[in-house]
């Protein structure tokens, strides 16, 4: 068998040595175009010169390092049989390979453990994906403490971390940290991917940024519990290993039972943060999300939220309905409080039908006057959870996730309900299909918002079968209702990640509407997410979870970038409020399809003055906002660089209306220039780029390019 394996992106090459074994990464990076000479990889690979006091054979790091093997960092596989084979070393038995895929079988003949790695590398997007499937070959149980989903050797230009930490209402905040000696552990057990700890991390060389620096950028694919390890050895060797964090005991495999780990996906790009998140956006458009989220245009939103929150009044929703309508609004959500007794959120959770005194005849006056206004109806449930006041939970208090005789700790008043109970999965698989089959409902905003701790199922950690078992219930609705959208939302951004995305056309991004920290959410979700699927509200003149008062300009053009829509009472607008926001309205669904199609660019300006914006694929068209975050440390301005056009287009550049008046007049020479748009050739945007006033601070312009 041919040692040597080799899967080929369009930019990317991974190459793996099988010769030892348990493969070794010889190489992953550019694309090497001449594969005869690959065997080059495997000439002049001496480690070490001295031997003193290290083992006798230098142990490779592999793809799935070990610690039967001499290895002592972190291996990658945690276990034992009683005591025993606590420390395994796998024999390659078979391999299956395709073009894009390789799928290794090893044997550990002593510990009774079969183990497949599955390898896959998207040939187009050139991202790759990874997953382990252990299985126990004994007779008698084996305990998993941590299987690797997989591991990768770094190479030595590896020096910066990029990790993505956070909280309610300020998601994937970035955080930048120099290469750790010894090991270094981000770990979320909160049962849900969290808003705490995002499942990713970029690994690069010093500096990197948007536009330049060879990077790596890993993501799991999880929706529960996980680990991402990253490790540098007194000796210099560098690793990354994630993988699903399991509770003791959670996963213990009886005779022939496996463990499939979630999907890794990684990818290296050559330049930098932008290239990387291209990459993981197309990705994500083909492979992951469902085909509704890229077909069909995304329809403005609106959602009754922080209009109404519980006060669910039939001529406040019909007035709200109306002015949405006017506004030009698509789909009309319903939010908390619509189902029985749902006054507050002390109650009711779990008692899916409509409240006999907001809805006396159910949801179909309103929903029917949501479709005669020109609308599609939303509605919000969060099936996971139940507040032990409500009927559910009085009639069933065994259906939650628990570790009695341990208190029952409620988050926001609510337990977790045990879905991996079928009798429990059925019941909100029938409420829901109830609703969906009654109503004419469109789309449902899936909520899950607390934390899971002691999620225990008869006193067994049960965090991995209900995320499991939250997938299955997902699939199971959406098998029966095809053409229902569902977001992801847990109390702002708490669950996103590539596994949710398979069942869900959209994501809340966070519960904070303040436009200032949307801009710093928004620009670390976009590293691995595109924006069409990124729920993105204009909030209230004063922010409800900051109490910070932004101008409605800020607020539009930040959520324009995103899953545009609405979240305030639109009945207290002022006039000129409700004329600028049909403008934006009116200037998203202009924009939507390059928005939403396109590729997207974060700018690298400076801490003060932050830019965003997208290119079409034709280069023909772009959009771009400049956000004024601070007041900058000096008086002039920086040059403003442009990225993504193309250097030989001619370019018109415009401010979109409505433009403060001030910048407008400093910017342009003249009203004709407003009007008609200054040329500039695409090099000179990129290379030079041009110079802006420094505007006040939170304050934010657009600007349109194309080629006339
Ligand atoms: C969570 C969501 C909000 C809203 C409330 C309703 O906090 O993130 O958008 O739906 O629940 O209770």
Partial sequence: MDTLHTLQGQKTSYVLDSSLGMPVCRYWGQRLHDESHLDDLLKLQAKSFQAAALLNQLVPLTIFPEQGTGFWGNPALSGHRAQQHWATAFHLNSLQ??????????????????????ILLDAETDVLQRRTILQ????????????????FELPHWSQELLMFHGNWTNEFQMVRQPFPIGTLSRENRRGRTSHNSFPGMIIGSPQFCETSGEIYGFHLGWSGNHRILVECSAEGDRQIQLGELLMPGEQVLSP??????????????????????????TFARKHIL????????????????????????WEALKSLVQKASDLGIERFVLDDGWFCNRNDDHRALGDWWPDPTKYPDGLKPLIDCVLEHGMEFGLWVEPEMVNPDSQLYRQHPDWVLNLDPLPRTTGRNQ???????????????????KLLSEYSISYLKWDMNRDLTMAGHEGTPAYHQQTHALYALLNRLRECHPMVEIESCASGGGRIDFGILKYAERVWTSDSNDALLRQKIQRGYSVFFPPEIMGAHIGPAECHTSGRKLSLQLRAHTALF????????????????????????????????LLHHGQNYRLELDDARWGYGVVSLDQKRALFCLIQMEVPLNRFSQRVRFCGLNPNYQYRLQLLPPVDPSIHKLL????????????????????????????????????QLDVP
């Fill in 668 to 703: 342009l020479q003249s009203e004709n220039d407003y009007e008609n748009g200054i040329l500039m050739q695409g090099e000179m945007l990129l290379k030079s780029g041009i110079l802006l006033p420094m505007p006040f601070p939170e304050t934010s312009i657009l600007i």
């Fill in 136 to 151: 126990n070959l004994g007779n008698t149980p084996y305990h998993l403490n941590w299987c690797a989903a997989a591991a």
């Fill in 415 to 433: 337990l977790v309900l045990d879905l991996s109970r079928s009798e429990v999965s059925d019941y909100l698989f029938n409420s829901l299909n």
């Fill in 562 to 593: 995103g899953h545009f829509g609405m979240e305030l009472d639109l009945r207290v607008l002022s006039p000129e409020e409700n004329t600028l926001l049909k403008q934006y309205i009116d200037l998203y669904k202009q924009q939507r399809d």
């Fill in 256 to 281: 022939d039972e496996s463990y499939t780990s979630p999907w890794t996906y990684s990818c290296y790009a050559q330049d930098g943060l932008n290239e990387l998140s291209h990459k993981f956006h």
């Fill in 97 to 118: 390979q395709s073009p894009d895929s390789l799928n290794f079988q090893f044997i550990e003949e002593h510990a009774q453990l079969s183990l497949t790695l599955e």
């Fill in 290 to 313: 469902p085909q509704r989220a890229m077909r069909t245009p995304r329809p403005v939103q609106f959602n009754t939220w922080e209009a109404l929150y519980f006060d669910h009044e």
